[in-house]
């Protein structure tokens, strides 16, 4: 199992959510709420409203998402959703662990004691460079104030 940090469309309430818990695709089990311990600028971008994480480590602001463990079936489905590596790069990043799911949760696995885990993350170094100019976020929701909505692939 490998844990991955989710700050888009793939958390509950979002659009894609629904990917996270088809059982077909793997197994993403939620394991809480997290941010990151760097800051990232976190942009939506490009004519579908999609969520990047710019990886410009030291930039931006310390995003939130959620935290899953997944199998390996649901990291592959995952890479080939976020179109990586292209699209999206999938890096190793640390998280602060902000609510853990559970008692005594976050005792497992390594620099879960001070509350910092280590994460894939979907992040993007291939992007154009007026993205850099875009609205920083600190966290997502496609129907949140920016008035933003994500389209699905469906829709496009």
């Not at 959703?81 to 902000?98: A, N, S």
């Not at 001070?114 to 993205?131: A, L, R």
Request: aromatic content about 12%.
């Amino acid at each position: 199992m490998a844990r991955v940090f989710v700050y888009g469309t793939l958390k509950k309430g979002q659009p894609n959510y629904k990917h996270m818990i088809n059982t077909a695709k793997g197994l993403a089990k939620f394991q809480g709420r997290g941010r990151t311990v760097e800051k990232y600028p976190l942009v939506i971008a490009g004519k579908y409203n999609i969520p990047y994480m710019l990886n410009i480590p030291g930039t931006g602001h310390h995003v939130a998402g959620e935290i899953y463990s997944v199998d390996d079936q649901m990291l592959q489905f995952l890479d080939e959703f976020e179109g990586c590596p292209d699209m999206y790069q999938r890096t190793l990043m640390q998280i602060e662990v902000v609510e853990w799911e559970g008692k005594g949760g976050a005792g497992e696995g390594r620099g879960a004691a001070e509350g910092v885990v280590e994460c894939f993350v979907y992040s993007t170094m291939t992007y154009p460079p007026e993205w850099v100019g875009l609205p920083y976020h600190d966290s997502y929701d496609s129907s949140g104030k920016h008035g933003l909505s994500y389209v699905l692939r469906e829709s496009r």
